[in-house]
């Protein structure tokens, strides 16, 4: 028979090093004999505590993170992303495209040019649209790297996303309400403008130009803007 285990082996000097031992009965000249070897796994075990603790980081990072390789077939994905998109588990979704993870014209518009980009200079940044489970669509603000093996050959993307529609729907608030601003500058003939006379620096709003009838890329000297 043979047997085998990890145990910690005392060596010289006091330490304790982690070991995994094999055993072998063996049978020589009619007489049974143990023979065992102990292999260090020191650097195993250091390697299996970082990639405990990555796996600790991702997992409870709020953005979403996908590992895909370069057919774009699901590697990993952290709860943040499967979340994100409406699913329970990361299992359900293992081995899967992640053209799941977008509508066909979302794929044409924004991830195959997106993912090209990430091939073409190791790492890209944009918005990529985005789809859930339900079918409903969001934007996200993605940032991916090309990932390569210790002889630099490229074998996988990993992408970091971030939910942006709270930030995309204020900028639609803010457009509207600079709109309605200008609007009312217009209709009331009002107008604005800010200075700073130690800088010589004069700036109108839009009202202003209106009123005046000046090219809205007309840039006023601080004495002649104050006429």
């Known amino acids: 028979g043979h047997a085998t285990m990890e145990n910690r082996l005392l060596i010289k000097g006091g330490e304790h090093i982690p070991c995994f031992f094999t055993g072998h009965r063996v049978l020589i000249k009619g007489k049974t004999y143990l023979a065992g070897m102990a292999i260090d796994i020191t650097e195993r075990k250091r390697m ?7 796996a600790t980081v991702t997992e409870q990072a709020a953005e979403g993170i996908a590992i895909v390789d370069l057919e774009g077939n699901v590697q990993y994905l952290n709860q943040a992303w499967v979340m994100m998109h ?22 044409q518009a924004d991830v195959v040019r997106f993912n090209e980009e990430v091939k073409r200079n190791g790492h890209y940044c944009g ?4 789809m859930r489970k339900d079918g409903t669509t969001f934007p996200t603000m993605m940032t991916s790297t090309l990932l390569k093996d210790g002889q630099g050959a490229p074998y996988a993307i990993v992408g970091f996303a971030q ?28 107008g604005g403008w800010k200075l700073n006379p130690e800088a010589d620096f004069l700036a109108w709003t839009e009202g202003v130009y209106n009123i005046i009838e000046a090219p809205l890329d007309y840039q006023p000297g601080l004495k002649e803007g104050l006429k």
Do not use: M, N, P
């Open 127 to 130: 918005e990529v649209g985005h």
């Open 163 to 190: 939910d942006i529609t709270g930030h995309k729907w204020a900028e639609k608030e803010l457009q509207k309400s600079e709109f309605f601003l200008r609007e009312t500058q217009r209709i009331a003939r009002i």
């Open 48 to 54: 299996e505590e970082e990639l405990r603790r990555l």
């Open 86 to 107: 409406g699913y329970q588990s990361s299992e359900e979704l293992a081995s899967r495209h992640l053209s799941i993870f977008h509508t066909e014209e979302q794929l």
